[in-house]
């Protein structure tokens, strides 16, 4: 009974280890654009069928394919970041919903037209199980869970130090001010945007050995996944969008050996629900922002 | 008293004032020598590539037809309807078919949900709906003596399959407990709804029951918990793309090997064993039709689809073009293209499929065998064709 | 009753964490009489309305508006009574809707009981509205906005907009205002009319005021009393006079 | 359509026109009600569906135009709403045999009333927080649809749904055919689309216009914002619930798919697309939605990314939504005059 429990802690941690690398890069961009971005999951698709592409087309080893996974996937986020992102600097909320939707619309159906709808056989990685402190895992969900350790440390450090992440930083909090002050607003949005969407088609590739399968509609589950963990984490919060991806993920694995497989998806959404009732302005801010 | 406010009625109170409509139904259909077949499918949305191959199935079998000279000289002419898997797309596609190409004949859809919806339309319209992919059993229940006369299917149900799997389970296995983790989808559900009919039968109980979310991806909770539930089997209906995931995951919890899978999510694929050979070995699967079925019709239609489209055919490719040569075959009985004369013939048919002899119950049920292969070394064994007659409720 | 002040504050604070914006303040505002309240930025002016008027919860103190005990009361709560209303610093209009809408829903909460009422139906309801409207189209004339009166709000200048929001809080024909900074942002030309309206509204509709302004010649032609907040507390009261020569009232704008 | 023949100074989008164009708004629109009316003389069954569907998406994507095009609140949880909707119709049909308007009064008030409860947490929060709680609406929904199986017979959902049928004493009137079936739809959105116009020309309309333009200044003259909200939700949900009774009733199955972000985003369309706080926008929307869904058949596979270029040259370039191209058109046939 209590080895199940810790078992299942361990395999929501690592599930919320790959929604915390999404949900980090979600959540700046919400800082930064103010917009609900429901794009997002499908760079986390393009990111994995970069690195499909690479190993099936030109036989290259997986960690080259990670690379090539994620550049291709910030070539495109730059495209998409100059004609639609940037654009939506300061529209109200709806526009952003419209908007990132038609993108999400545009990207998955152009790969599915491109390679077809049907799932792809993704062969890199390292799924070899190992045994550790008795729990079996793949090695991939070791390196998926020091990745994202990864992650956060360096995100913290930038948005502390670096010249870009305190922009990054001050925008989030004022972006009239930020505009007076002198920043470039629609630079770092475009910036952010990229950021985020890299770290999404990161955590595709990561997972792709694990999960196997590459399709053309995978990013939409992701999105879902990850719109409650943001609102959770208080939008724009690195910190808080980091114990919230862990919170649901250690919550869907309790959810799905309690309870059932059927109810998993809707952990999120019944989670944030209650979040929010019992503090409307999610678990990790003091007033409501957003 | 019941007033039926219909388009006739409407005709005629509006011909009083001196405005004649042209009823589209008065048109004479098919006048140019063809047979007109509507295909309603998932052309477009997340089962895209379900639709790709029913539609690829059926013109291949349309060609094959008006190649060797058409039916009685009537060539099939196949107009495609896109569902997107959803009823009401899946109406308005039927209705189109209906309405503007007027159609004779209308075979479709893939999701059963999609079928339902689309049986009323088809009976109101009296047009022959003839399914040849869906396998919830409400579609015949409800159909021939059941009510829509213009509804058959020619797919085996849920039920017969639930039925076959569990029979071959208990007898040749001897297992007694089983887990449940197949699709949340329409499919998925009924078929252990009907499981579960016949457990008292054999004994046997189901310990854990789960369903998971078609693009699933992280099946490690739950299969933790099958691993240390005692369970022999696990009894798996789903997508076929969905199992190979499955089977890397047992592999890294350790119950490949151990608890084999049973059921249908396309076990016995090249693909999927390559993805997980431990899972899958000992795999138990019963299915409509695989393309290793040894039969020569199937071994030619394999060969030639593969050689037309540069990719394997999959169940749905299959079923579709063996209905659409059912259909002809009906036709040609009938010797006409009159829709009661060729839904007469379709009730007494006697159809010699890859699979083996198609015939329709009154409930307009193709009786149909169903394959029963295990994975032995790696590679599908089959087992043999069985039937099972269904009890329709009364 | 009438000798009992219109609004009378009284120890009134309001802490965020460890800093007090508001400690302790009494007021009072006699009936029909303009009260002024300057002081530095930041000295807590608006945090002191703010709290007064319902849109943020006094740490502690008591409110009494007409001798009725409000402390605590939602803005929403204090509005809906109509005796009392406020302007805000920036101005705000309902900018795609045309003057007289802008007054009509400003002046017609108060008597829609009932769900069939707020919905138009009923001869009261309609009659109702025909008085709102008549009403409303006498002040557009008195604010001198007739012509304009078809125009979106929104369209309009800064000072036509805050000649509509002043119409607007006389609708429900209230017995205070208190006014935030009026006088902002406006076109000098327009300074005077602004005054002449509030003079007015003091005179013919006998309503008193409580105005926050930067503008000391406005304070000195309107208030003829005058109370100063420093960091939250108040430090000095009296006619205008006395304020402008106050020490301590002078040390602190200095020093601000 | 009634609507658009009257003056609509609520209307932001449409201020220009009401004070140009009005006189021919009144023949225009009176046009369009008559052609509405004999539609099915010159149109085929087909058509005639697409239309159907067109109007029954039309009363949802109304109630959606009070919440946010009048009451400035985007909400995701109409889909919820229309689940609901044809859920409770479709399950008082299948298992009583009720008469049409019963099945179709009872799916508005349930779910009008189950937007209360839903409505009162949500409605605190503020606004990305709150689109986020509506959409968790609809797939707390469609969990709900799947696993109560004993109601809603989960996955297999419930097929079979009788035609509308009216019952009064002995007399019995069956609406079957396409063509019945068009006029019942017209009329009932014909009714509701009525019943907008009467909200928000109402002083309640006034109010809602209100808070969509400034929250804190509507507090602040009196209107009691939210529980303005919560009724405008409620209602906004009941509109929905009447739209999924006559979609349960029109397709005669309902399953889980139902609850479906895409009808949620469907409505959204329709109201920005067409033009958020105007009435004729919406009704326009709605069509424009249907027409471009058609026009988009002749490509299936190019369909999904058309339709994604649809929404951004929507959001970028007619940000007010195509209705403005019509007060342009009024008042290009002003000048001509």
Redesign the interface.
Known sequence: MFY?II??VV??I??GSVYAIVAVGMTMI?GVLRA?NFAHGEYYMLGTFGAWFAIEYFDLPYPVAIVIGVVATAVIAVVVGNF?MQ??VG?P???G???T??????L???V??VF????K?FSGGY?E?VTLFGF???EQRILIIIVGLIVFVGLELMVTYSRMGKAMRAVSQNIECCAVVGIDVRNIALWTFILGAGLAALSGVL?AP????V?G??G??IT?KT??II?MGG?GNVRGTFVAAMILGIA???V??YV???????VG??T??LV??WR???LFSAQ??? | MTIELSRRGFCIGTALIGLQTVSSSAFARSEDGTVKLGLVAPMSGPNARYGAFSLRGAQMAAKEINGAGGIGGRKINILAGDSQGTPVEGVSATRRLIDQDQVDFIIGDVSSSVTLAMQPVAEDAGVLLLNAASSNPKITYKAGVGGFKWTYRNYPTDENRALIVLQYAAEKKGFTKYAVLSVDSDYGRAAIEFTKKYLPRFKSQILTEDYYKEGEVDFRSVLSKIRDSGAQAIIMYGNADSTPIVGRQMMEVGIAGKIPLIGNAEFNTEKTIKAAPKALEGAIEAAAWLPAYESEKSKAFVDKFTAEYREAPNNHAYVHWETTHLLAKAIEQAQSIDRDKVRAALSKIHYASAVGEVTFDDHNQARLPMILLEIENGKPAIKGAYSAEIDYPK | MNGLPILDISGLCKSYGAVRAVDGVDLHVDRGEICGLIGPNGSGKSTFFDCVTGLARPSAGAVKLDGQDITGWSLNDIAREGRMLRSFQKTVVFSALDIEENLVIAGQMFTFPGILSTFGIGAAARNRVAALRERARELIKIAGLWDVRFQPAGKLSGGQQKLIQFASMLMPEPKLILLDEPMAGINPKLIERVVDSIRLANTSFGVSFLIIEHNIDVVTSLCKRVVVLDQGRKLAEGTPDEIVQNQAVREAYLGG | MTEIVRDQTMAPAELPVAETGRDFRVPFGLVLVALACVAPLFLGNYPLHAIIIALIFLLPAHGLNLLLGYTGLLSLAQAAFFGIGAYTSALLAVHFGTPFYLNFLAAGVVTGAVALPLGIPALRLRATSFVMCTLGFVIIGQAIAKNWISLTRGDMGLAAIPKPYFALGPASFTVSGTVGFYYLVLAIAALATLAVYLIVRSPAGRNMIAIRENETLAESVGIPTWYYKLVVFMISAAFAGFGGSLYAHYLTVVSPLTFQMYYSTTMLIIVLGGGAGTISGVIFGSLLFVGLTEALRVAPELRMIAYGFFLLGLVFWFPSGFAPLIGRFWSFLEKRK
């Open positions: 199940t078992e299942q395999n929501g690592v599930s919400f609900i639609v654009r939506i529209a909320a709806e526009a919903v419209l908007a939707l038609g993108v999400a619309l545009i998955q159906n152009t599915i037209l077809g709808g049907s799932y056989f799924i199980p079996t895992l793949a997972t694990v999960n196997v399968s399709y509609g995978m939409e589950l879902f719109l409650p609102i939008l869907e694995s309790l799905a050996t059932g497989l059927q109810f998993r998806d809707t959404f019944a944030l629900m929010l009732m409307p302005h999610g409501a922002r957003f």
